[in-house]
């Protein structure tokens, strides 16, 4: 990556001329912050006494059994506070906000999981919230938006376009324009104009800086793969993170491939997409003949962002990571399988991760290890797994 957020021919910052100097003055501010042992404690203390890190590596013993060939372990992000690893970044945003003398979060959400970490993290520090959200998504997401609403975050539901997370994004960085003196944009994954891909890794990190060491305390070595489902790929990117200097590690990024890459029903940015410029930056992103992004699909609404981070792009092109996609079909019985194999109910997004190593464990030897990210846990999605088997066991 260079000083300007590229990832090869990817990143950068594509916004409107307004919107370069509000994002100049955060990535100042954010590099100073970094740099600052008492940001980084203050950042790591909300980290284990209010998410309660650090989450354990779990191992499936009786999954793993049952496949037999890999061991596959769980890098525990579902027991974080709020139930996923969004929290560890809106933290940290909320730690610049409030450093920068901000007075206001706003952010964007399509499954509503962004908005619920932010939402949460505007409570912690006392700030008001605004969360920007297709007007379709707020009648999909009742649960998280009644959440927000408990959390005291106000909701917009956009009403222009498909009515959907890109809409989201556009009405988000159009309030940031008009209030980018005392408002911070809260963006929930590792994408968007520099310096948001890079710095939302460093909040993310944590998870792959605690699972190697973790992997080597635990089983004196480190893993063979590790394994996580990529949205926008920031539960992703951190994992990675913590693995990326070793090159027997082999990274794996599960995209969602909802009905079938063929389909074009799907959310497979990387697998199934094109350059282009999505939210502020360069990125594969889906999109039609003349360039119009096209409405992502999957059982799990969580992996439905349109285009996908930079560095993943890169990270793919390079060789160091490899994407896969993962249909619908295969993430649900990898749902039912942690729940009755390990007694462990996961996130639809996470199940497609957890497919990609159920896929890959049988034919591989017994002392492999494949470590997976659990990034959320799956009591939001009970009414989801329970209309896509009715659906399918209908046809
Ligand atoms: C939002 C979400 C994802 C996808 O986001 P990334 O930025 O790709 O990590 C994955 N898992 C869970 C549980 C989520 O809530």
């Given at each position: 990556m260079n000083r300007n957020g590229h990832y090869g021919p990817y990143g950068g910052s594509y916004v409107a001329e307004t919107l370069a100097q509000p994002l100049d003055e955060l990535a100042s501010a954010y590099f100073e912050a970094r740099e600052d042992p008492s940001f980084r404690r203050e950042f790591e203390e909300l980290l284990r006494?209010?998410?309660?890190?650090e989450s354990p590596i779990t191992v499936c013993r009786r999954l793993s059994a049952a496949l037999g060939g890999a061991t596959i372990a769980l890098k525990r992000e579902d027991l974080n506070h709020t139930g996923a690893h969004k929290v560890n970044n809106t933290i940290g945003q909320a730690l610049l906000a409030r450093r920068m003398g901000k007075k206001r979060l706003i952010a964007e959400t399509g499954a509503g999981m962004h908005g619920v970490a932010t939402a949460t993290v505007a409570a912690l520090f006392g700030l008001p919230c605004e969360v920007y959200m297709g007007a379709l998504d707020v009648e999909r997401q009742a649960p998280n938006v009644e959440r927000m609403k408990m959390l005291g975050a106000k909701i917009n539901a956009v009403t222009e376009g498909s009515a959907t997370l890109k809409d989201a994004m556009n009405e988000a960085l159009r309030d940031w324009v008009t209030n980018c003196d005392d408002t911070f944009y809260v963006i929930g994954t590792a994408a968007g104009p520099h310096p948001y891909p890079e710095m939302v890794k460093d909040f993310q990190s944590v998870i792959g800086r605690e699972a190697r060491r973790q992997c080597l305390e635990k089983f004196g070595r480190l893993p063979d793969q590790a394994i996580a489902c990529v949205g926008g790929g920031s539960n992703a990117i951190g994992l990675f993170a913590g693995f990326m200097d070793d090159p027997s590690v082999r990274l794996v990024g599960v995209e969602a491939g909802g009905r079938g890459i063929a389909s074009g029903e799907h959310a497979a940015s990387i697998t199934g997409g094109r350059i282009g410029v999505l939210h502020g930056a360069k990125t594969m992103l889906l999109q039609t003949a003349d360039g119009n992004v096209i409405d992502t699909y999957s059982v799990s609404a969580g992996l439905d962002y349109p285009g996908v981070g930079p560095e993943h792009c890169h990270l793919h092109d390079t060789g160091r990571a490899e994407y896969v996609p993962i249909d619908d079909a295969e993430a649900v019985a990898a749902f039912d399988a942690l729940c009755r194999y390990e007694g462990i109910i996961p996130a639809l997004e996470s199940s497609h991760a957890v497919a990609e190593a159920i896929r890959r464990a049988p034919s591989l030897p017994k002392d492999a290890l494949l470590l997976v990210c659990l990034s959320g846990r799956g009591d939001k999605d009970m009414e989801s797994v329970r209309r896509y088997k009715n659906e399918n066991e209908n046809r």
């Open positions: 006494d209010y998410v309660g890190r």
